[in-house]
């Protein structure tokens, strides 16, 4: 198992423009979390899937953003009309049930709209 | 409303001597969890150290202990034996209702830690 994984690792994008990012958890584990980093600052928590359903999205997440997990296994992130203030590294996480639920997080895709 | 603090933008240490990074929290709460997450410059967070609030004992693992002092809401990471690979950002962060329905993580603003051979 090579951990969780993130693509792409960078994206630069226009504005007005819709990014999508990909995230492979850690095979085992059914709850994936997407946070969000601007410089300086501690990851901010975006969204949380149990498995394919999503249990819980921050007030941060407008309604220009939408994350899928369908399978219960990969996640997807969209942005669309991308604005300069999103631009961010965009990081995952991937945790099992159960003890102290310590989260396994990818490197991140830091996007850059110009 | 909950909160994680910690007040050292920045540190300095010399390799192979100990380093304190602060960390106070704020939460009404009495069920919760607090980890430290180090960030290196590849941008990947690593899961270091874990205090649940039940916890009597201080957490350790390897050269990472946790300093929890519950009465006064602090969870002090301490380094021993500081290496050069152990410069990075430091983040703390606290999940309330630990075991709950709520798993998010509030993270402090972070500590970058450099250490000087």
């Known amino acids: 198992d090579t951990g969780v994984s993130q693509n792409p690792r960078h994206k630069i994008t226009k504005r007005g423009q819709n990014v999508t990012f990909r995230c492979d958890p850690i095979?085992?584990?059914?709850?994936l979390y997407w946070y969000r980093q601007t410089l300086g600052q501690g990851p901010e928590f975006l969204t949380y899937?149990?498995?394919?359903?999503?249990?819980?999205k921050s007030r941060l997440l407008s309604d220009r953003f939408s994350a899928e997990r369908p399978k219960g296994s990969f996640s997807t992130l969209e942005i669309q009309r991308t604005e300069q203030g999103d631009s961010a590294m965009y990081l995952c996480?991937?945790?099992?049930?159960?003890?102290?639920?310590?989260?396994?997080f990818g490197s991140g895709t830091q996007l850059s709209v110009l | 409303a909950q909160k994680i603090t910690q007040t050292q933008p920045g540190m300095f240490v010399q390799e192979k001597e100990a380093v304190t990074l602060d960390c106070t929290y704020d939460?009404?709460?009495?069920?919760?969890?607090l980890f430290w997450y180090k960030q290196p410059s590849s941008g990947e967070m690593i899961f270091l150290i874990y205090q649940g609030s039940y916890d009597q004992q201080n957490a350790t693992e390897g050269r990472y202990s946790l300093n929890f002092q519950k009465a006064r809401k602090s969870a002090n990471l301490v380094i021993s034996a500081s290496q050069l690979g152990d410069s990075a950002m430091y983040f703390c962060a606290m999940r309330e209702n630990y075991g709950g329905a709520t798993n998010k993580l509030i993270f402090g603003t972070g500590t970058l830690l450099a250490v000087q051979p």
């Open positions: 996480a991937s945790s099992s049930t159960g003890g102290n639920e310590k989260l396994f």
């Open positions: 939460t009404s709460d009495p069920s919760y969890g």
């Open positions: 095979s085992e584990h059914n709850r």
């Open positions: 899937f149990q498995n394919e359903a999503q249990l819980e």
